[in-house]
């Protein structure tokens, strides 16, 4: 089985994301999306970005290799009456049922950042957006001292070794390799732009029970408990985690959490 489809197909991200919703929506409209445009989301979740662009107006297709996320997103749509919103399987670094110069605007909200062979990646971003179109990612910081890049950096020390050739997601979240990778598409430099952003996670209890959820149904997070459990070190890893989420909760409500974590924003215009 793929294992980047194994990885999200873990738990239940739906928990995650519905801690992500109100950012997802202000992130969505900061973009400029416009009525009857032609939009794909990918790596896209249940629709964290593609529920609020499709309420802009545009025609969202999300794309995420999680069939149940991709079924959640399906629910979704169903519910707010949102037509112009269609989710489907699919993976970054092959989109092979996809046309060229087929969109608007190609987004990528901490999703295709995950998808293995980046140079694919980009690639393909670049030929599914027309020319005169636009591509948005936004990008996890290696090494950033805010929330998700701490927990992967965490996760990764208790989990096993990579395998041989494993290009870390986290390199999407460095400007030389975003600008490297799009000049291997074909992409000049000068239309290539980097930007820090945040993001914020808004959860109805304490830190310690948004941890929780981090521990189930957090892809990363499931296969770091799952190897600490492993050779005893799981209260280790459950206590720095503990650490972290609390101290980064800068909510002033109790049993209200709200934490913010940093992120590389792309933009990329397409000739």
């Given at each position: 089985?793929?294992?980047?489809?194994?990885?999200?197909?873990?738990?239940?991200?739906?928990?995650?994301?519905?801690?992500?919703?109100?950012?997802?929506?202000?992130?969505?409209?900061?973009?400029?999306?416009?009525?009857?445009?032609?939009?794909?989301?990918?790596?896209?979740?249940?629709?964290?970005?593609?529920?609020?662009?499709?309420?802009?107006?545009?025609?969202?297709?999300?794309?995420?290799?999680?069939?149940?996320?991709?079924?959640?997103?399906?629910?979704?749509?169903?519910?707010?009456?949102?037509?112009?919103?269609?989710?489907?399987?699919?993976?970054?670094?092959?989109?092979?049922?996809?046309?060229?110069?087929?969109?608007?605007?190609?987004?990528?909200?901490?999703?295709?950042?995950?998808?293995?062979?980046?140079?694919?990646?980009?690639?393909?971003?670049?030929?599914?957006?027309?020319?005169?179109?636009?591509?948005?990612?936004?990008?996890?910081?290696?090494?950033?001292?805010?929330?998700?890049?701490?927990?992967?950096?965490?996760?990764?020390?208790?989990?096993?070794?990579?395998p041989a050739g494993f290009v870390s997601p986290m390199l999407w979240g460095t400007e030389d390799e975003v600008v490297a990778r799009f000049q291997a598409a074909d992409i000049e430099p000068s239309c290539i732009s980097c930007s820090r952003d945040t993001y914020?996670?808004?959860?109805?209890?304490?830190?310690?029970?948004?941890?929780?959820?981090?521990?189930?149904?957090?892809?990363?997070?499931?296969?770091?408990?799952?190897?600490?459990?492993?050779?005893?070190?799981?209260?280790?890893?459950?206590?720095?985690?503990?650490?972290?989420?609390?101290?980064?909760?800068?909510?002033?409500?109790?049993?209200?959490?709200?934490?913010?974590?940093?992120?590389?924003?792309?933009?990329?215009?397409?000739?």
């Open positions: 089985m793929n294992a980047n489809k194994a990885l999200w197909e873990k738990g239940d991200f739906t928990r995650i994301a519905a801690t992500m919703r109100d950012s997802g929506t202000a992130l969505a409209a900061s973009i400029g999306i416009k009525s009857g445009q032609s939009v794909l989301d990918l790596g896209c979740g249940d629709g964290t970005t593609a529920v609020p662009a499709a309420k802009l107006g545009a025609d969202v297709l999300g794309v995420d290799i999680a069939s149940n996320l991709v079924a959640a997103g399906n629910r979704r749509a169903a519910a707010e009456g949102l037509v112009n919103l269609h989710f489907q399987e699919g993976d970054a670094s092959h989109l092979d049922d996809i046309e060229n110069d087929r969109f608007d605007l190609v987004i990528s909200i901490f999703g295709a950042m995950f998808a293995p062979s980046p140079s694919d990646v980009a690639k393909e971003m670049v030929r599914v957006t027309r020319p005169g179109g636009r591509i948005v990612m936004g990008n996890w910081i290696p090494g950033d001292p805010t929330l998700v890049a701490q927990v992967l950096k965490i996760s990764s020390a208790y989990s096993p070794p990579p914020t996670f808004e959860y109805p209890g304490p830190p310690a029970a948004l941890m929780n959820d981090f521990i189930q149904f957090y892809g990363p997070t499931i296969n770091a408990v799952e190897s600490a459990e492993s050779n005893g070190r799981a209260e280790q890893l459950k206590s720095e985690l503990l650490a972290l989420f609390e101290q980064q909760n800068h909510s002033p409500v109790n049993d209200v959490t709200a934490i913010s974590a940093a992120f590389l924003r792309v933009t990329v215009l397409v000739k």
